[in-house]
């Protein structure tokens, strides 16, 4: 039976990061995906926005790393040869009570130590974005935007160059707590590691279960994007 130091259960931008970090050790690294490929899952759905960290409530590990993680972000791209674009982001106020909001989120923001916010008249949206329509707007000098399945592809194979094995098509179905590893039940055999990372988005519940962790519960919620042609 394969024995690891480390085990990862899920290939997201999540579980991609870690392998890739981890691989900088010497130690012998899994990780286990349970679809075709990496990044099939919330990780190459979402809006591939680089957040400054303004929405987040201070005081907060959220905001604590969501600040942390955008400075970090175009460092990490360039390393990994990954188009990585500060373009900067606007949040538009249409009337006055929607100024107080965008107050709102500078304080929240300041607070949380993100770095360049401003609050810009009519003019200055203008300039930025001619076809914005808004009375104010919070200009945020640091958001960004990438491509998060390069990205996640990226971290994956890095990690793999690195000496990390990736397991593809390959679900975690149980897992059993021994005294000195963890045996992980897979569709494609049996692993065992001495630590476990979970990483596997919203069925890390599920696996949580599995080592007798019962305190988590997902909600999971549906949205829509809307492509529209030009
Ligand atoms: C609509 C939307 C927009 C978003 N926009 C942004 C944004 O602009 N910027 C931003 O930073 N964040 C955004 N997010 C959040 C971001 O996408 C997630 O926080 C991130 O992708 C989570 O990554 P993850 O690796 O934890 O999870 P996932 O990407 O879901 O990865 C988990 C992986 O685990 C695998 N897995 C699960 N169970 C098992 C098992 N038993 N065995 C093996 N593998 C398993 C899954 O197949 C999956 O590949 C958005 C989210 C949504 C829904």
Same mark, same amino acid.
């Given at each position: ?121 009519? %003019? @200055?949206?203008? &300039? =930025? ?7 104010? *707007?919070? #200009?945020?000098?640091? /958001?960004?935007? $990438? ?31 021994? %005294? @000195?590893?963890? &045996? =992980? ?7 065992? *590691?001495? #630590?476990?990372?979970? /990483?596997?988005? $919203? ?28």
């Amino acid at each position: 039976m394969n024995i690891y130091d480390f085990a990862i259960i899920g290939g997201g931008v999540v579980g991609c990061a870690i392998a890739r970090e981890l691989a900088r050790y010497k130690a012998e690294i899994l990780l286990l995906e349970r679809e075709c490929d990496v990044c099939f899952g919330t990780s190459g759905r979402n809006s591939g926005v680089s957040h400054a960290g303004f929405y987040i409530p201070p005081n907060t590990l959220k905001a604590k790393l969501n600040v942390l993680g955008n400075r970090m972000l175009p460092t990490l791209c360039n390393e990994l040869d990954v188009p990585f674009r500060e373009i900067g982001k606007l949040v538009v106020a249409k009337n006055d009570d929607e100024i107080k909001y965008l107050e709102k989120l500078k304080r929240q923001g300041e607070k949380n130590g993100v770095v360049g916010l401003r609050i810009i008249d009519k %003019e @200055e949206i203008r &300039e =930025l974005e001619p076809r914005v329509n808004g009375i104010k *707007a919070l #200009y945020s000098p640091r /958001s960004g935007i $990438l491509d998060p399945f390069e990205l996640t592809i990226a971290l994956a194979e890095n990690a793999m160059e690195n000496g990390a094995d990736i397991m593809l098509n390959c679900e975690v179905r149980d897992i059993h707590v021994r %005294e @000195e590893f963890f &045996e =992980l039940k897979t569709e494609r055999g049996d692993f065992r *590691a001495e #630590y476990l990372i979970n /990483s596997s988005g $919203l069925s890390a519940d599920e696996i949580s279960r599995m080592v007798g962790i019962e305190k988590y519960k997902i909600y999971p919620c549906r949205g829509e994007y809307h492509v529209l042609d030009k």
